[in-house]
């Protein structure tokens, strides 16, 4: 891994390429982030660094992960996350910030997608409905039709699709294109849609 930084979702935009195209964006707020653990093979078995994102009042913050974070000598966050194999030798202390990221760079960006609540089946897996309303479906039109068996196996199989609770899973996009950099403001503006709501965190690595 060349490169990791934690950021926050803050929305779409649209931005004009060089050959004149209009691209749609999604502008990202990541870092500073703080490196408040570096782990090895040596004491931990593994290799990874752990980033600190989103500052964090420390009277919200309890003693135990207080004392994590005085360790480090950072002020606490409210995200915490472990990159394993990243590159870099960096000491605990030490920002990373979004200068790592250069326009062209091909990142993968993970998040959790929006959380959709309990929906049936032409939602959560694209069914067409039983449809026939004139032969006496007056309130099958959305169902999932038949799901038991017969005498044998006389059960509902595991796996079969049904009704249930859609979105809130973390999803990683491979291949996205840095567009531009704002170190200034510590923004990042990536070709395309990511994961998730706004004001949502965000793992961006490149590899």
């Not at 090895?40 to 309890?62: C, M, R």
């Not at 959560?124 to 038949?146: C, E, I, K, L, W």
């Given at each position: ?146 799901i038991g068996q017969s005498s044998y196996p006389s059960r509902v199989l595991k796996g079969t699709r049904m009704g249930g609770r859609t979105g809130g899973n973390n ?37």
């Open positions: 891994m060349k490169a990791a930084i934690l950021g926050k979702k803050v929305g779409m935009t649209s931005v004009y390429g060089p050959e004149g195209k209009l691209h749609p964006c999604t502008v990202i707020e990541a870092g500073p982030c703080p490196v408040v653990q570096v782990k090895s093979k040596e004491n931990d078995g593994y290799s990874a660094i752990q980033l600190g994102f989103d500052e964090k009042s420390p009277k919200n913050v309890n003693s135990p992960i207080m004392g994590h974070f005085n360790k480090a000598g950072v002020k606490p966050t409210y995200l915490l996350k472990e990159f394993r194999d990243y590159e870099s030798t960096l000491g605990v202390g030490e920002i990373l910030t979004v200068e790592q990221f250069v326009a062209g760079d091909k990142i993968k960006i993970t998040g959790k997608s929006k959380g959709k609540g309990f929906q049936g089946v032409m939602k959560r897996h694209g069914f067409a409905g039983v449809g026939m309303a004139t032969h006496g479906q007056s309130d099958r039109q959305r169902h999932p039709g038949s999803i990683s996009v491979r291949n996205l294109e840095v567009i531009q950099v704002i170190s200034e403001h510590n923004i990042i503006i990536v070709k395309g849609s990511v994961p998730g709501a706004r004001n949502s965190y965000l793992e961006i690595i490149k590899k």
